[in-house]
């Protein structure tokens, strides 16, 4: 069961309307796998991966959330701690487009960690478009985060969401981590090095206090 | 002690006609077996005037399998309604889009299952093969139920989660009216309602009941830092929707008579039936995945061997 060694271990959260295609950009890239007959997710599902990104092992927890509104006191409960978070709309969907900027403040106000984000527009397999490519990149540039436009189905761009994440990842918390070496213990629990080179056994996770 | 075994009793919702000292042989002893005569003999009457543990005991291990469409309708007679209502609350709904999107998705379709538990370090491309599509009949009338509740109950309307009870309603029973009577009885007579408006005191009596009906996952969790949250919440409305189907049925026929006590329960006898294998776990998130993924199905695979796995998933003890 065990996943082996990782250098890092990251909680990320998976945030966007209902139907936009969370959970099958998950499956599609933990599991290789796609389906247009999945449950809709109620409250969170959770999965793990291991990213490499270069010389290092980043262990990704992922929480992927419901989108319906009602679940929102929910989701939030898991946002605690979150390190990544990859927001989604459907580009055939214009007000999952728009509701984006609420996800986003739903963060800011819920967290005043730095987190690396990404903006995905997912369904790009589909013919009806109704966010243009340029929308999705202003968005993004307003809020200073990279910006792909994926399809789950046709696994196009998928991995890239979690490599560019991946990179940012690793450059915060190869910074994060000279701080921890200089200050000892990072105070806030969100995310914890994994200091010891040659283990073999993870340590204990980070979501410890989520 | 004792005071805490009555308290504990009380907080679960379990009959306090059920002794929980007693051991199960002693059930049997008290409560007769209904033969389908029997069943349908009672059936005449309001199931009111049936003893409680009387009932309980026979729809947990004395189901009439072919009777089930009768009992349910004989369970829900509170929820009936005016033959008209159905028709009328079938106008448009601000919940629509939302349970439009919803349809699709809310029949649990046999999948290949996959024994990495939701984690993967490697990636073997591995083609999905749906293995049935739901016929639009059987969409169209879950459409329409889900319409008819979320204009009937103006404070919920529609939340995600009412499409599983509803499809899997649907699943055994072909009358739409019908169905929108059981869910109507489960969601608003047995007031499983309050789940979607998100009351998740559920959550807390799970975790009390595992503290000190299975102490030793308790303590692992504990250890681990796992809460039942992480692990549970899906279960509060998948275990209506599952793939074993023969299960969710079951569990309904219970549940339209002791409401959500039942979920706990199956709840609590999976975690007994899986114990050494939980207790094996040296990682929070292995745990938490380990039973969200695949408590269900290894517990059944487990008891497939020909015994009555069901009844004794529904039972009080194990």
């Known amino acids: 069961m065990s996943l082996g060694y990782y250098d890092w271990l990251v909680k990320v959260i998976v945030l966007g309307d209902s139907g936009v295609g969370k959970t099958n950009i998950l499956t599609q890239f933990c599991d290789s796998k796609f389906s247009q007959n999945y449950t809709a997710t109620i409250g969170v599902d959770f999965k793990i991966k291991i990213l490499n990104i270069q010389d290092k092992k980043i262990k990704l927890q992922i929480w992927d959330t419901a989108g319906q509104e009602r679940f929102r006191n929910i989701t939030q409960t898991y946002y605690k701690g979150a390190f990544g978070i990859i927001f989604v709309y459907s580009l055939i969907d214009r007000n999952s487009f728009n509701n984006v900027e609420g996800w986003i ?58 490599d560019r994440l991946g990179q940012n990842l690793k450059i915060r918390l190869e910074n994060e981590g000279q701080k921890v070496s200089n200050n000892t213990q990072r105070q806030s629990g969100q995310f914890k090095l994994n200091q010891e080179a040659n283990q073999t056994e993870q340590p204990t996770s980070s979501c410890n206090s989520c | 002690m004792l005071m805490c075994c009555n308290t504990k009793r009380l907080k679960t919702g379990e009959s306090p006609n059920r002794s929980k000292s007693k051991p199960k042989q002693r059930n049997s002893e008290i409560c007769p077996m209904f033969t389908k005569e029997r069943w349908i003999e009672i059936m005449k009457r309001s199931f009111e005037d049936q003893g409680y543990s009387e009932l309980s005991y026979n729809l947990r291990h ?54 990495t538990s939701g984690s993967s370090d490697s990636s073997s491309p591995d083609k999905n093969q749906e293995q049935g599509k739901v016929d639009q009949q059987k969409l169209d009338k879950l459409k329409r139920i889900l319409i008819a509740y979320s204009n009937l109950d103006k404070e919920v309307k529609y939340v995600q989660g009412m499409n599983f009870i509803a499809s899997s309603i649907l699943e055994q029973l072909e009358q739409e009216e019908l169905c929108f009577i059981i869910l109507n009885h489960i969601l608003n007579i047995q007031n499983y309602r309050k789940v979607f ?122």
């Open chain 2, 62 to 115: 004395n189901f009439p399998l072919e009777l089930r469409c009768q009992v349910w309708f004989w369970l829900t007679e509170k929820a009936r309604i005016k033959s008209c209502l159905y028709q009328k609350l079938q106008f448009e709904s601000p919940s629509e889009q939302q349970i439009l999107k919803d349809l699709h998705r809310s029949f649990r379709l046999k999948r290949n299952r996959k024994r």
């Open chain 1, 105 to 162: 403040k739903s963060i800011l106000e819920s967290t005043t960690d730095e987190v690396c984000s990404i903006l995905v527009g997912n369904k790009l397999d589909s013919q009806d478009r109704r966010v243009q490519t340029a929308e999705g990149e202003k968005l993004a540039q307003k809020y200073n985060m990279p910006f792909l436009e994926t399809s789950a189905l046709e696994n196009k761009n998928i991995q890239d969401i979690f």
């Open chain 2, 197 to 318: 408006l998100m009351d998740m005191t559920i959550l807390e009596i799970i975790d009390k009941r595992i503290q000190f009906e299975v102490p030793l996952i308790y303590n692992k969790m504990q250890e681990l830092k796992v809460k039942s949250q992480y692990c549970f919440d899906t279960f509060i409305f998948s275990l209506f929707q599952l793939v074993r189907k023969e299960l969710a049925h079951r569990i309904i026929d219970i549940f339209l008579l002791e409401k959500e006590s039942i979920l706990q329960t199956v709840i609590i006898q999976l975690l007994k039936m899986q114990q050494v294998e939980i207790l094996k776990f040296q990682d929070q998130d292995e745990m938490i995945i380990y039973i969200r993924n695949d408590l269900i199905e290894d517990a059944l695979d487990k008891l497939d061997d020909g015994k009555d796995y069901l009844s004794q998933l529904l039972s009080i003890h194990l």
